[in-house]
């Protein structure tokens, strides 16, 4: 039959030579393609097989994983998982898998961002709901913990299931009532050095505008540079009303003493408090607020006011910060007067948890002003020193930008760093200088944290700041290397 076939489709090809010339044609370029130099023509089972054996590896990695939680070493399933967090997180056995080594090996926080996307993809996979309620749990976020475990029951759970689950928000009904009350508090101490104490620039002679004339500053006003030592104590009350409403209060006292220059020796007090609203993923507090700052062991200003502040948790992985504030600094010393300003501010935050949970990213703005409320001011044997009212320079607007972002370095390291941007413009002619003033205040962070122990933190860091201004009396850059030890009370 195929003989046949063939004889008759050659006497169709010899009956129309054009046809025939044709096929020898498309024979040719076939026989070429297939005779092509460097041609492997058996790369797709080669490379079939390698895939195949990629699979087969990796399903044994999982099956090895599972084994290990079986066995009851989550820790080392972890260890073997976490590498390819990267590469197969959104897979939802994957993600189970490391969700629930990273649970039992004392790590909620990660163990919540791996059910999170379990959930994302399979929102009725009932293990997962069980389990990232667990891990909110575990991190003491109770209000969540409910939330996933009534989830948990409304999926029909088993006898021992719902009776497992009935236990948990039995305990989250002891824990809210035997700690409606928390307590936390910390001290620190440290040293550094600091080549800008007091802020100033570095011209000890500026060109004053008014009077065509360079003056010469006083050498208080011109920077210097020290070694320090510093101390700090801080503690905050927490009192929660009910499952949503609670109230708390704080305080911090810091003192930065240095080696020669004793007259810029100081202590910041600041207290605070107010009211908590918490439901889900929302949280506000409204509180007042109170500073005092004290030079040389003498009271210098004081800040009073009040802040708002919202939190919003988008995801395991994005939050959004707010806040809003209105205070009022005001000076003692009649000379510093004149800057006595009623600021208010608004901002708004993003943090985002990379899908390895071991570091964030984080980015603000911010928008202010200032009206300075000054009256017009004399000294006596000096005179009118503010000659129009208010700050010399007039009223301030203000905003800015930052980033910044942390990351583990293992299990007890923490390398941090921020960086922002804040444009100044000033409203009035400065009476002196001849000019509106105009800032640009720029700040570099570098640091890390060194948990050696839960409740100890080494922290090494460096600070640099920069003020570039038209006006050169204010223009300055400062850098502040400090190394801290602090000790946490819960």
């Known amino acids: 039959m195929t003989q046949q076939l063939a004889k008759m489709i050659m006497n169709e090809l010899n009956s129309k030579p054009a046809l025939w010339l044709l096929s020898g044609l498309l024979m040719a370029a076939g026989t070429a393609h297939a005779q092509a130099p460097g041609r492997d023509t058996r790369q797709p089972a080669d490379l079939a097989a390698r895939e195949s054996d990629s699979a087969k590896a990796y399903e044994k990695l999982l099956q090895d994983a599972d084994e290990l939680i079986k066995n009851g070493k989550p820790a080392e399933a972890y260890t073997l998982l976490e590498p390819l967090e990267l590469d197969h997180a959104g897979e939802v056995r994957f993600d189970y898998l490391i969700g629930i080594a990273a649970l039992d090996s004392g790590r909620p926080d990660k163990a919540t961002l791996a059910f999170e996307r379990v959930l994302a993809v399979s929102p009725n996979h009932a293990a997962a709901r069980l389990d990232i309620a667990r891990a909110y749990y575990q991190l003491g976020d109770f209000p969540r913990a409910r939330t996933e475990f009534a989830a948990a029951l409304n999926q029909n759970p088993s006898a021992a299931t719902r009776a497992n689950i009935q236990k948990y928000l039995d305990a989250i009904d002891a824990q ?58 801080g503690g905050e009350v927490n009192h929660e009303l009910n499952a949503n409403w609670g109230l708390f209060a704080a305080g911090d006292l810091r003192k930065r003493n240095y080696n020669t220059h004793a007259e810029f020796d100081s202590i910041n007090t600041d207290v605070r408090a107010g009211v908590i609203y918490a439901a889900q993923a929302d949280r506000l507090s409204v509180s007042l607020v109170g500073s005092q700052y004290d030079l040389n062991g003498a009271r210098n200003s004081d800040i009073t006011g009040f802040k708002g502040e919202w939190r919003h948790v988008l995801s395991p992985s994005n939050q959004l910060n707010a806040f809003a504030q209105s205070v009022k600094y005001r000076y003692a010393d009649p000379l510093l007067q004149p800057n006595d300003v009623d600021q208010q501010a608004l901002g708004l935050g993003w943090l985002h948890v990379l899908s390895d949970g071991n570091a964030t990213l984080s980015g603000s703005t911010h928008y202010g002003t200032e009206n300075d409320v000054a009256p017009i001011i004399t000294v006596p044997g000096i005179g009118v020193i503010n000659p129009s009212g208010g700050r010399n320079d007039g009223a301030r607007h203000f905003g ?35 000019r509106k003033r105009k800032d640009r205040l720029y700040d570099l962070k570098l640091g890390s944290d060194w948990r050696w122990d839960r409740l100890w933190t080494l922290r090494p860091q460096l600070s640099y700041y920069r003020n570039d201004s038209n006006i050169d009396i204010y223009s300055y850059d400062r850098l502040d290397v400090s190394l801290t030890v602090r000790r946490d009370f819960r």
Not at 185 to 209: H, K, M, W
């Open 400 to 434: 800015g930008l930052r980033v910044g972002g942390q990351t583990a370095y293992g299990e007890k390291i923490t390398l941090f760093a921020s960086a922002g941007v804040q444009p100044s413009d000033y409203d009035k002619v400065n009476y002196l200088f001849l």
């Open 176 to 233: 809210q009532q035997g700690k409606r009350t928390r307590f936390s508090a910390y001290v620190e101490g440290g040293f550094g050095r600091d080549n800008n104490i007091n802020l100033s620039t570095s011209q000890s002679q500026v060109f004053v505008d008014a009077f065509s004339t360079v003056a010469q500053l006083n050498p208080s006003n011109v920077k210097m540079a020290d070694n320090y030592y510093a101390l700090a104590a």
